[in-house]
């Protein structure tokens, strides 16, 4: 059996645009026009083909991308001095759509959700939070509705439930070496300034995943997690290519 007959490659990235919600404090991406294929053609001479190319201006924390520890807490590494097994490997996604903000996702909470789906959480895990925050309020899935925009996703009113504290210290002691997320912060937000869910991340030497999407497609599953960081020097985080490997 090859590759592609074993496992099922399912997407969960959301797309890098102009625009692209990110979390209020951060830098909006930008996509600028770098040259063009008649352009090039023109500069280097040739008449069989031209290159064409964009420049990118964007956050370490834009789209879907994980966190250095040292982003929120100071004398922790860097994105490019993490472990690798931090963003790759076993992986669990449990349903949490039934929490809203202003509630906190509680131990209790991801317990029964554990429970519903017959899964448990092993030493190594990634474990991803499905909370339903990307269908209900991404713009590109409510383009023809004004009421939706980056301020509703991601900006600095969006309002989005997230862990407690408690519940991420708890996922921490169970071996959880990455939590993830399809919203804009693991952490309930606006009214969470202690931002639980990095604090523990930092006290415990784990990261964090945000932007997800495509959750829909791997929750009460077990698979097999990647999304690698790029080797930014001294970074604060990393877009990822974030995706899913299920078994067929």
């Excluded at 964007?58 to 966190?67: I, K």
């Excluded at 349903?95 to 448990?120: F, M, N, S, T």
């Excluded at 210290?169 to 009214?191: F, R, Y």
Aim: glycine share 10%; charged share 25%; hydrophobic share 35%.
């Amino acid at each position: 059996m090859n590759f592609n007959q074993r496992w099922k490659i399912i997407d969960l990235s959301q797309e890098i645009y102009e625009g692209a919600p990110v979390f209020g404090i951060h830098q909006k991406t930008f996509i600028m026009l770098n040259q063009t294929h008649e352009k090039n053609m023109k500069d280097t001479g040739s008449t069989t083909l031209g290159f064409s190319a964009r420049n990118i201006l964007m956050s370490e924390h834009g789209s879907t991308h994980s966190d250095a520890i040292w982003e929120f807490k100071p004398d922790g590494p860097t994105i490019d001095n993490m472990d690798f097994n931090l963003f790759y490997g076993d992986a669990i996604c449990v349903d949490l759509r039934h929490i809203r903000y202003p509630e906190y996702i509680e131990i209790k909470d991801i317990q029964e959700a554990l429970d519903k789906h017959g899964l448990e959480i092993k030493k190594g895990d990634v474990f991803l939070m499905y909370t339903g925050h990307f269908e209900r309020t991404h713009p590109t899935l409510h383009s023809d509705d004004d009421k939706f925009d980056a301020l509703n996703y991601g900006g600095l009113g969006s309002k989005h439930t997230g862990v407690s504290y408690e519940s991420a210290k708890w996922l921490a002691e169970q071996g959880v070496v990455n939590i993830g997320v399809d919203s804009p912060a693991i952490d309930q937000t606006p009214d969470d300034l202690d931002f639980s869910g990095h604090l523990v991340c930092g006290e415990y030497g784990i990261t964090n995943t945000e932007n997800l999407c495509n959750l829909d497609k791997v929750v009460g599953k077990r698979f097999v997690y990647m999304g690698l960081p790029l080797r930014i020097r001294d970074g604060s985080g990393s877009p990822i290519r974030a995706i899913a490997l299920v078994e067929e």
